[in-house]
């Protein structure tokens, strides 16, 4: 079965500090990994993913994340953090055993950011 | 922002009602996911549309139907419902083909609070 995990509920980073927001996952076969932010009251939006190639994967608004296949993790990163990336960040697995996009999610990472 | 719509924005039904949701797919994309997210928790998989005929269904009772339009707009429709039926309701389109890199795109969602 696919999951992920997302063990922080909540992590704090001064502005202008790096920040990671950790996931781990468990899948059948080479995994298709995804972050979202969530902002209040609005849906996700994609802020990038890893599917193959690269284990370093840049995405939107500065963000990266690390595909480690070992540890089994894809931990998403920022080098310097804003106020405005304070949201619900949210890490997916892609199901790859049947063939149809369903995604597994986490259960998110509040993210808080203070000047 | 995305091209995905979705209505109502939020909606008050009584238990044991019927509703019907909509969503408004990004254009081009034949394949549409909706997921029911609970406070404080991550999305979870109900069903999937593609080309007008669910192709992959997760733990959702049968209460929970939806259809595909051949405009590739689609509807979720929940019969009697129940408290726990409370949750944001997100729509996600996806182009899903040879080439796609499965990256879905997720709506505003819909509120729906059951009393």
């Known amino acids: 079965a696919q999951s992920v995990a997302q063990p922080e509920d909540q992590v704090n980073v001064a502005e202008g500090n790096p920040l990671t927001v950790k996931c781990t996952y468990s899948?059948?076969?080479?995994?298709?990994l995804f972050w979202y932010v969530q902002y209040p009251n609005r849906g996700l939006q994609f802020l990038l993913k890893?599917?193959?190639?690269?284990?370093l994967v840049k995405g939107s608004y500065g963000f990266e994340a690390e595909f480690n296949k070992s540890q089994t993790s894809f931990h998403l990163k920022k080098p310097s953090a804003l106020v405005s990336d304070s949201a619900l960040y949210f890490c997916a697995v892609r199901d790859m055993v049947n063939n149809f996009n369903k995604f597994y999610f986490g259960s998110g990472t509040k993210l808080n950011v203070k000047p | 922002e995305t091209g995905v719509t979705q209505s109502p924005t939020h909606l008050i039904k009584t238990r044991g009602q019927q509703v019907t949701l909509r969503c408004s797919s990004q254009s081009g994309h034949n394949t549409v996911s909706w997921y029911q997210q609970a406070l404080g928790q991550g999305p979870q998989f109900i069903f999937q549309?593609?080309?007008?005929?669910?192709?992959g269904r997760g733990n959702f009772p049968p209460r929970f139907s939806g259809l595909q339009f051949p405009n590739y707009s689609s509807e979720l429709n929940v019969n009697a419902l129940e408290l726990d039926d409370s949750a944001l309701y997100l729509c996600?389109?996806?182009?899903?083909?040879?080439?796609?890199?499965?990256?879905?795109?997720f709506g505003p969602g819909t509120r729906l609070t059951v009393t």
């Open positions: 890893y599917i193959t190639g690269d284990n």
């Open positions: 549309y593609y080309r007008e005929e669910e192709n």
């Open positions: 996600a389109s996806s182009l899903v083909d040879a080439s796609s890199s499965y990256e879905q795109y």
């Open positions: 899948v059948s076969g080479n995994p298709y």
